[in-house]
């Protein structure tokens, strides 16, 4: 339980929790009715959660694929909510359980670092740990985005929302980015194709540095007197 909680937050966060935990119940449920859909959705939450993480999203462009990009990203969505959700609930039972414990304890070692290196995340509160989630940035996601949450002071439904966007925002972005290369792939060629990849992956790199910078020097200017 967040200490940062008023009264009707601590109230509302159970019911909101159990209905997305049962929305993705429901979907899972509806999705194993067709057992070619539920192989892929195994499979490729398996190596979302274990190697790939929101890259799993441009296995949709694959011509086999049921999911396409789009139901990946709703993939990697509900995995993202449920993840906070888990944590935010149980935390503390699952920083005892063998072997989880200590991958927990790590994951919140690197959110206070990754929230060290760019303090300007702190100062933005929700947006900050949505960005936090959003940013293809080192040591960031759902487990480090939940935990950069708390140790902000964000309640846990302030927490789970900010989660919640940044992952459906950037799954929505993989996606979209994914079909818009796939519909120039017939006019600019593979070749054409791998450069225009490479310039925009350039670009966000830039974006990501930029981010970073405005976000180290608006902490340094407002700790000098």
Same mark, same amino acid.
């Given at each position: 339980?967040?200490?940062?909680?008023?009264?009707?937050?601590?109230?509302?966060?159970?019911? *909101?929790?159990?209905?997305?935990?049962?929305?993705?119940?429901?979907?899972?449920?509806?999705?194993?009715?067709?057992?070619?859909?539920?192989?892929?959705? &195994? !499979?490729?939450?398996?190596?979302?959660?274990?190697? &790939?993480?929101?890259?799993?999203?441009?296995? %949709?462009?694959?011509?086999?694929?049921?999911?396409?990009?789009?139901?990946?990203?709703?993939?990697?969505?509900?995995?993202?909510?449920?993840?906070?959700? #888990?944590?935010?609930?149980?935390?503390?039972?699952? !920083?005892?359980?063998?072997?989880?414990?200590?991958?927990?304890?790590?994951?919140?070692?690197?959110?206070?670092?990754?929230?060290?290196?760019?303090?300007?995340?702190?100062?933005?509160?929700?947006? =900050?740990?949505?960005?936090?989630?959003?940013?293809?940035?080192?040591?960031?996601?759902?487990?480090?985005?939940?935990? #950069?949450?708390? /140790?902000?002071?964000?309640?846990?439904?302030?927490?789970?929302?900010?989660?919640? /966007? =940044?992952? @459906? %925002? *950037? @799954?929505?972005?993989?996606?979209? /980015? %994914?079909?818009? @290369?796939?519909?120039?792939?017939?006019?600019? %060629?593979?070749?054409?194709?791998?450069?225009?990849?490479?310039?925009? =992956?350039?670009? =966000?790199? &830039? /974006?990501?540095?930029?981010?970073?910078? *405005?976000?180290?020097?608006?902490?340094?200017?407002?700790?000098?007197?």
């Amino acid at each position: 339980m967040s200490r940062y909680e008023t009264p009707l937050q601590r109230a509302l966060y159970p019911p *909101i929790a159990t209905a997305a935990v049962l929305a993705s119940c429901f979907l899972a449920w509806h999705t194993s009715q067709d057992a070619v859909l539920w192989k892929e959705t &195994l !499979e490729s939450a398996g190596a979302s959660i274990a190697v &790939l993480g929101k890259f799993i999203v441009l296995k %949709g462009l694959q011509s086999g694929s049921s999911l396409g990009p789009y139901g990946l990203a709703l993939l990697v969505f509900v995995i993202d909510v449920n993840i906070c959700i #888990a944590l935010t609930s149980g935390v503390r039972h699952l !920083e005892r359980a063998p072997g989880l414990g200590r991958w927990i304890r790590i994951a919140r070692r690197r959110a206070k670092l990754m929230l060290s290196a760019n303090p300007g995340l702190k100062k933005m509160a929700f947006f =900050g740990v949505t960005l936090f989630v959003f940013l293809p940035l080192p040591a960031t996601g759902a487990v480090m985005g939940t935990f #950069a949450a708390r /140790l902000i002071g964000l309640s846990r439904i302030a927490g789970l929302g900010a989660v919640a /966007l =940044g992952a @459906g %925002g *950037i @799954g929505l972005a993989f996606a979209a /980015l %994914g079909e818009l @290369g796939k519909s120039q792939f017939g006019r600019l %060629g593979f070749t054409g194709l791998i450069s225009t990849t490479a310039i925009a =992956g350039f670009l =966000g790199w &830039l /974006l990501i540095r930029r981010v970073r910078r *405005i976000l180290q020097a608006e902490e340094s200017s407002s700790s000098q007197p």
